[in-house]
């Protein structure tokens, strides 16, 4: 599996960005999609997930009512729809594949995207 993540780039607080994540080989319908980021020095930070099948989502409480996660399977593309965006929300953010149920944890993760940086002004 290979994972294209894009989208990234420069907006003011209070803005709204969306981060597409395109997949591409052998997929797992029954498998999960996660966002993760990471700040500088900071370790990765869980930020959401949604289940490829029936696309259920959950997310790390920071980004909730802010944030939407939601899946084109036709298209074999992931979304990371952000809104009301906040200076804390900078990082570089990454999109991960795994076959099984949700986790918070980015080593139960098996493929990774390369990483687009999103920087938040204030």
């Known amino acids: 599996v290979q994972l294209q993540a894009s989208g990234g780039g420069l907006v003011q607080a209070g803005g709204s960005m969306r981060l597409s994540c395109v997949a591409s080989?052998?997929?797992?319908?029954?498998?999960?999609m996660g966002w993760f980021r990471q700040a500088p020095g900071k370790e990765r930070e869980f930020v959401g997930a949604?289940?490829?099948?029936?696309?259920?989502?959950i997310y790390v409480d920071s980004v909730k009512g802010r944030f939407t996660i939601s899946r084109d399977n036709a298209k074999n593309t992931v979304y990371l729809q952000m809104n009301s965006l906040k200076p804390e929300d900078t990082a570089v953010y990454y999109c991960?594949?795994?076959?099984?149920?949700?986790?918070?944890?980015?080593?139960?993760?098996?493929?990774w995207g390369q990483g687009t940086q999103v920087t938040v002004s204030s």
């Open positions: 080989g052998r997929l797992f319908s029954g498998g999960t």
């Open positions: 949604i289940r490829w099948s029936v696309g259920s989502t």
């Open positions: 991960a594949a795994r076959g099984g149920y949700y986790s918070l944890e980015a080593e139960r993760y098996d493929y």
